[in-house]
Nanobody
Framework: QVQLVESGGGLVQPGESLSLSCAAT????????VGWFRQHPGANREFVGA????????YYADSVKGRFTVSRDNVKNMVYLQVNNLKPEDTGVYYC???????????????????WGKGTLVTVSS
C-alpha cells in the first residue's frame, strides 16, 4: 500500500516558478516509477511527467518539456516537480501517482494508476 501527499501549490504570476513535492509512505514507493498529472477545471487529468524508479531517467509531456523537471529522493521517500516559467494554461490541480509494475519513466495513463494523492492547486494569474 502506498500513500501520497502533494504540497507546494499556490497562486503565482506568469513567468514565476513553484516547487511541488510529493511525500510517499509505504514500502512499494521505492520500487516503481512515479508520475505527475494535472487537471484543469472541467477537464480530465493529463500526464505531465514521470521519473523512473532509480531517479535516473525522466519523461515529459511536450507541453511542459523544458519548463518542468521531475526528480525523486528514495531516501526521503519524496518526489518533486519543479515548474518554471509558468503560464496561465498551467493552472490546475497537480497530482502525483504510482502504478505498480512500472519502473521506467514513460508516458502514463491516468486510468492505469493505482495510487493517487489528493492534489495541490496551482493557479497562474496576473
Amino acid at each position: 500500500q502506498v500513500q501520497l501527499v502533494e504540497s507546494g501549490g499556490g497562486l503565482v504570476q506568469p513567468g514565476e516558478s513553484l516547487s511541488l513535492s510529493c511525500a510517499a509512505t509505504g514500502s512499494a514507493f521505492k520500487w516503481y516509477a512515479v508520475g505527475w498529472f494535472r487537471q484543469h477545471p472541467g477537464a480530465n487529468r493529463e500526464f505531465v511527467g514521470a521519473v523512473s524508479q532509480s531517479g535516473q531517467t525522466t519523461y515529459y509531456a511536450d507541453s511542459v518539456k523544458g519548463r518542468f523537471t521531475v526528480s525523486r529522493d528514495n531516501v526521503k521517500n519524496m518526489v518533486y516537480l519543479q515548474v518554471n516559467n509558468l503560464k496561465p494554461e498551467d493552472t490546475g490541480v497537480y497530482y502525483c501517482a504510482l502504478q505498480e509494475g512500472i519502473t521506467t519513466a514513460q508516458r502514463m495513463a491516468a486510468r492505469a494508476m493505482h495510487y493517487w494523492g489528493k492534489g495541490t492547486l496551482v493557479t497562474v494569474s496576473s
